[in-house]
């Protein structure tokens, strides 16, 4: 009964104004187990539910009209409690009023949504029956992990300037490697018609030369023929005139 009189009177105070913001999130077992969420003022606190998913291990509370200094997103806490492993931070609308909702993945110690409550100044608790919990503090782990994943990107970061250097080492050497082998291949194809030029230019004298021996060949082969055929055509003149001159003293 006190439990439910507390949450009206909690809920009652939100109606002022709908700026609350979750500063932190805090697992503690010094004194029972219980979450507290550390709003930045006990001024206006908003609403609240929570709600256990059996089938799913799922635990979430709800808080109206609130924001949350971490940001939205998924944040690993220990995969091996019993309590808490993950939470998963986003905003979700339900019958026209904004909640920041906190889904936890939970281990066998939250088994139900009647846990109770209570306020501590601006800490807002959650409390739960089992123990032997470790402690946590949600900024303080997002800190750390933060620092591990910005020093992996930095190393990752570093990886990729090596990388990109050698590959553009290795770029700057193909193309060197292709230049010269176009050089070459250029070098090559310019002797190659050179070379062709020059047997083309020797075969054409030697064509020339050919058909001057060949034009010079004949024409002393028709000077020898015209020696030959005025020899004959003068020895078959002196037949001729023998054979006249036989005829003549034969009469």
């Not at 932190?24 to 606190?45: I, N, P, Q, T, Y």
């Amino acid at each position: 009964m006190m439990k439910c009189k507390f949450l009206i009177l909690f809920m009652m105070a939100a109606v002022a104004s709908y700026a609350a913001q979750i500063k932190d999130v805090r697992f503690s077992c010094e004194r029972g187990c219980h979450m507290a969420f550390s709003f930045a003022s006990d001024k206006d606190l908003p609403t609240f539910f929570q709600k256990y998913d059996a089938a799913t291990k799922k635990f979430t509370v709800g808080f109206s009209e609130t924001s949350f200094a971490l940001g939205e997103g998924d944040f690993n806490i220990d995969g091996n409690s019993k309590f808490v492993k993950n939470m998963k931070v986003f905003k979700e609308t339900f019958r026209g009023t904004n909640f920041l909702k906190i889904e936890m993945e939970v281990g066998a110690a939250i088994t139900s949504d009647k846990n109770d409550i209570s306020l501590d100044k601006a800490n807002f608790l959650v409390k739960f029956k089992g123990k032997g919990g470790r402690d946590w503090t949600l900024s303080k782990l997002y800190a750390a992990r933060k620092k591990e994943a910005d020093k992996a990107a930095e190393k990752q970061t570093v990886l990729d300037k090596k990388a990109a250097a050698k590959a553009a080492k290795e770029e700057k050497l193909r193309l060197a490697a292709e230049k010269k082998a176009a050089e070459k291949a250029a070098k090559e194809e310019k002797l190659r018609l050179a070379a062709e030029k020059k047997a083309a230019e020797k075969a054409a004298l030697e064509e020339k030369k050919r058909l001057a021996a060949e034009k010079k060949a004949a024409e002393k082969q028709a000077l020898l023929d015209k020696k030959a055929a005025e020899k004959a055509a003068k020895e078959e003149e002196k037949r001729i005139a023998e054979e006249q001159k036989r005829l003549e003293k034969a009469i």
